[in-house]
């Protein structure tokens, strides 16, 4: 009887994986990390503008995250098939195009957003680590408006 109540008491204990909540939060990057996080994304930056470039379908299958989306100026919101498909097409992506006011951001995760203006649009790029490296999981592009002659 006392073995059972024992066996019944263990059951009872709280499982850390079965309860998220109680494991440690995810670090943030000390600044020397983020510096070095940084450097990373801005070459990921340069792999994926020189793929989108050549049309490396396979590279860019890659770097985009399975779930990436996008969303325009008007609001819509493309997924990476329809992101590669304007690629292949040679359509201006903001991924390719020459970007200034460039500004990041580093999180837990790790977790990068990259802030800048291309194409006449300020945009905003979400990059991930994932199982092989990193990912681009999501972007947003706001059309600046033209100013008036």
Not at 28 to 55: M, S, W
Not at 95 to 117: K, N, Q, S, Y
Not at 119 to 131: C, G, I, K
């Amino acid at each position: 009887m006392r073995r059972r109540l024992l066996l019944i008491g263990a059951a009872l204990l709280p499982i850390p994986a079965a309860f998220p909540a109680l494991a440690h939060p995810p670090r943030q990057p000390e600044p020397a990390e983020a510096t070095h996080l940084i450097e990373e994304i801005e070459r990921f930056r340069e792999r994926l503008a020189r793929a989108v470039k050549d049309r490396d379908l396979a590279t860019m299958r890659r770097l985009y995250a399975d779930r990436f989306t996008h969303t325009d100026g008007s609001g819509r919101i493309d997924d990476k098939t329809a992101r590669l498909a304007a690629a292949m097409a040679g359509e201006p992506l903001i991924e390719a195009a020459p970007a200034t006011g460039l500004a990041f951001r580093v999180f837990a995760g790790p977790t990068v957003i990259a802030t800048g203006r291309s194409l006449d649009a300020s945009w905003l790029a979400v990059y991930v680590t994932a199982r092989d490296g990193w990912e681009l999981a999501a972007s947003q592009a706001t059309r600046l408006a033209t100013p008036a002659n």
